[in-house]
């Protein structure tokens, strides 16, 4: 095989190792790609020793192992974080089952909306939800205000989809996630 074809098939390998990591960080596979990084890591230690390369194909050479770096630092990163999240959850674990939790526990939430402004019942939603976020280590991104305009949005829109006079609107969590859901009320009187 020829330097060019060497340099090609290491820009392919690490092109498919990328990919790899990715399927696992989505949770694809249950182990990061080890083997494939291993002969990725030969492939660029081998070419490092070749003497026989010419400019361009040092240049070639250096690029991608630039994109390798960068990506195995990324790698790393990521599963440090992952590690130490992971650490975080068994260490908050043994503290709730210690019975020494600082927040208490999240109880589910259903509120109805007609479309009107009611802001007391969108505040009791909107703190479930966070509650319910921070139970399960999730952020909560929105202010109180952007959530209300958007319960209200919601709210017209489904009402007028759906041909019903109000919306409710639940928290909840499942399988240690968090559920908000919506469902129409229609009317008992006819």
């Known amino acids: 095989m020829t330097i060019d074809e060497q340099l090609k098939r290491l820009e392919e390998d690490v092109r498919r190792l990328k990919i790899e990591f ?22 660029v230690k081998r070419l490092a020793d070749d003497r026989t390369l010419n400019f361009g194909q040092r240049f070639y050479y250096n690029s991608i192992v630039a994109r390798y770096v960068a990506f195995k630092e990324h790698w790393r990163r990521t599963l ?9 959850g068994r260490e908050k674990a043994a503290t709730i089952s210690a019975g020494s939790a600082a927040t208490p526990a999240f ?10 402004d009611d802001a007391e019942s969108a505040k ?23 959530f209300q305009r958007l319960i209200a949005d919601r709210t017209a829109q ?15 969590i499942e399988d240690e996630q968090v559920k908000f859901k919506a469902k129409p009320l229609h009317s008992r009187a006819g």
């Open 80 to 88: 440090q974080s992952r590690e130490e999240g992971l650490q975080r």
């Open 124 to 146: 009791r939603l909107f703190d479930s939800l966070a509650q319910a976020k921070h139970c399960c280590g999730e952020q909560h991104n929105l202010s109180f205000e952007q």
């Open 22 to 43: 990715d399927i696992f960080f989505n949770g694809g596979t249950k182990r990061p790609p080890y083997e494939t990084k291993s002969r990725v890591d030969s492939q």
């Open 158 to 172: 489904l009402r007028a989809q759906l041909n019903c006079p109000a919306i409710a609107y639940t928290v909840s």
């Open 107 to 116: 109880s589910p939430v259903s509120v109805s909306f007609t479309g009107g």
